[in-house]
């Protein structure tokens, strides 16, 4: 589905993102993982088609989208939850959610999309009058992944859900998640909780410093001492 090939991103003069590759399945759930200041953010964001790439190229159903128009993006599929949620806090619950489905297909089956959000996220149906602004973090987080959701993607990039969420509201956001992929929706994870992202994730990537350090499945990757000591906290025996 998605194919990342050997992707440069930058800012100015300065490269964020170095010649990374990655794939997304069809049945995908595939996560991001690494310090504050990785790039993983850059890099979602430049999948997404926020950000020009300086190299390499993005595919995604085998049709290149490197050099697209964001909303062209949205169109073939793609929709991004980002990093802090960025609602429209002075609209309420329901019209954030209709603004996810401004493309023509996504607004032909709005009224179905929209009780599917629903379903999964009874509380916004309880609270759909109420103003985004006032609604909790936790519900927030939920309203941004439901907005996504309205455009009726193909592959979900979540950028940082867990991001200053109470731990009850991170298990139930990644239940979220992983429920949105039994439905059959491709999801790639940016997350700085690596515990919790490998825990969900059927593939991993370990960026550092813009690149690609290590990247399989994530029981393999538990198993690596750099993986447990720099991101799990764990050590293993001192040499005798």
Same mark, same amino acid.
């Given at each position: 589905?998605?194919?990342?090939?050997?992707?440069?991103?930058?800012?100015?003069?300065?490269?964020?993102?170095?010649?990374?590759?990655?794939?997304?399945?069809?049945?995908?759930?595939?996560?991001?993982?690494?310090?504050?200041?990785?790039?993983?953010?850059?890099?979602?964001?430049?999948?997404?088609?926020?950000?020009?790439?300086?190299?390499?190229?993005?595919?995604?159903?085998?049709?290149?989208?490197?050099?697209?128009?964001?909303?062209?993006?949205?169109?073939?599929?793609?929709?991004?939850?980002?990093?802090? $949620?960025?609602?429209?806090?002075?609209?309420? %619950?329901?019209?954030?959610?209709?603004?996810?489905?401004?493309?023509?297909?996504?607004?032909? %089956?709005?009224?179905?999309?929209?009780?599917?959000?629903?379903?999964?996220?009874?509380?916004?149906?309880?609270?759909?009058? /109420?103003?985004?602004?006032?609604?909790?973090?936790?519900?927030?987080?939920?309203?941004?992944?439901? $907005?996504?959701?309205?455009?009726?993607?193909?592959?979900?990039?979540?950028?940082?859900?867990?991001?200053?969420?109470?731990?009850?509201?991170?298990?139930? %956001?990644?239940? %979220?998640?992983?429920?949105?992929?039994?439905?059959?929706?491709?999801?790639?994870?940016?997350?700085?909780?690596?515990?919790?992202?490998?825990?969900?994730?059927?593939?991993?990537?370990?960026?550092?410093?813009?690149?690609?350090?290590?990247?399989?499945?994530?029981?393999?990757?538990?198993?690596?001492?750099?993986? /447990?000591?720099?991101?799990?906290?764990?050590?293993?025996?001192?040499?005798?």
């Amino acid at each position: 589905m998605l194919e990342v090939a050997e992707l440069r991103v930058g800012y100015g003069d300065a490269t964020a993102i170095w010649d990374v590759s990655l794939r997304v399945g069809d049945n995908d759930l595939a996560s991001i993982d690494g310090p504050n200041g990785a790039g993983k953010t850059t890099l979602i964001n430049a999948i997404a088609g926020l950000l020009p790439i300086r190299g390499g190229s993005i595919r995604f159903g085998g049709r290149d989208l490197s050099r697209l128009a964001a909303h062209e993006f949205c169109r073939h599929g793609i929709a991004i939850v980002p990093e802090g $949620r960025r609602l429209f806090t002075g609209m309420s %619950v329901e019209e954030n959610l209709e603004i996810g489905c401004y493309v023509p297909e996504a607004r032909a %089956v709005r009224g179905e999309s929209l009780e599917r959000v629903y379903a999964i996220f009874p509380i916004l149906r309880e609270r759909r009058r /109420q103003m985004a602004g006032a609604l909790s973090g936790g519900m927030q987080q939920m309203l941004a992944i439901g $907005r996504a959701l309205m455009a009726r993607p193909r592959l979900l990039l979540l950028d940082e859900p867990s991001l200053g969420l109470a731990p009850a509201i991170v298990d139930q %956001v990644f239940e %979220v998640v992983v429920e949105i992929h039994r439905e059959g929706v491709a999801v790639l994870l940016v997350e700085q909780n690596v515990g919790k992202a490998l825990e969900i994730a059927s593939r991993a990537y370990v960026l550092e410093e813009g690149r690609i350090i290590s990247e399989g499945a994530p029981a393999d990757l538990l198993r690596q001492p750099h993986i /447990q000591e720099a991101y799990l906290g764990l050590r293993g025996p001192e040499p005798g």
